[in-house]
């Protein structure tokens, strides 16, 4: 199984900051990893897929690097509905499908 | 629109049974794999269960393999989630995904959820 580390647990910043998230891959994943926002009591949305391809209508502000076993989501400005949890997920080594257990951005 | 939306959660004691259904609109359901994944109270996201576009491939997370089974209708175009044996640690809200179209595929979209609890 591809374990799924995120980075920090907890990330505290102000709104117009920049964020960054890591992920990393217990194996190497090579670009098959997708990043998921949920906000509370919603369900999680893509945001990021192939590691760097934003979904549909998600804003520039968004951005995803990183292949092999690295990663990193930047948030370049924070906005108020940007605060949430984010989740990395890994579909290269599959069965299972691997989530890490997600980095919660909250307001500094 | 794509829209999945799950029913058939509920209370249920220790070793009982419930099953899930997960309707979909909006797409060619028949042309997707779907895929069951669950986050119990205040935790992460954990993938369960994947079946094939014509139902006959299914994958398990080995905490649900010999109890839980996933099925689909394409004629009804619904999902489904047989869950036996049920424990206390399978408390979580479920929810319905779709695979996207190619072999390394991610989750989109996600339905809203059905919370299912295990208590007596």
């Known amino acids: 199984e591809t374990v799924m580390t995120q980075s920090p647990a907890t990330l505290s910043v102000s709104p117009g900051e920049r964020a960054t998230l890591s992920c990393r891959a217990s194996?190497?994943?090579?670009?098959?990893l997708a990043w998921y926002q949920q906000k509370p009591g919603q369900a999680p949305r893509l945001l990021i897929y192939?590691?760097?391809t934003r979904a549909t209508g998600i804003p520039a502000r968004f951005s995803g690097s990183g292949s092999g076993t690295e990663f990193t989501l930047t948030i370049s400005s924070l906005q108020s509905e940007d605060f949430a949890v984010y989740y990395c997920?890994?579909?290269?080594?599959?069965?299972?499908?691997?989530f890490g257990q997600g980095t919660k951005v909250e307001i500094k | 629109e794509v829209q999945l939306v799950e029913s058939g959660g509920g209370l249920v004691q220790p070793g009982g049974s419930l099953r899930l259904s997960c309707a979909a609109s909006?797409?060619?359901?028949?042309?997707?794999?779907m895929h069951w994944v669950r986050q119990a109270p205040g935790k992460g996201l954990v993938w369960v269960s994947r079946?094939?576009?014509?139902?006959?491939?299914?994958s398990y997370a080995d905490s649900v393999k010999g109890r839980f089974t996933i099925s689909r209708d394409n004629a009804k175009n619904t999902l489904y989630l047989q869950m036996n044996s049920l424990r206390d640690e399978d408390t979580a809200v479920y929810y319905c995904?779709?695979?996207?179209?190619?072999?390394?595929?991610?989750?989109?979209?996600w339905g809203q959820g059905t919370l299912v609890t295990v208590s007596s």
């Open positions: 192939g590691a760097s």
């Open positions: 995904v779709r695979h996207t179209s190619s072999w390394y595929g991610w989750f989109d979209p």
């Open positions: 194996q190497s994943v090579s670009s098959n």
């Open positions: 079946v094939n576009s014509g139902g006959s491939s299914t």
């Open positions: 997920q890994q579909y290269n080594n599959w069965p299972p499908w691997t």
């Open positions: 909006g797409f060619t359901f028949s042309s997707y794999w």
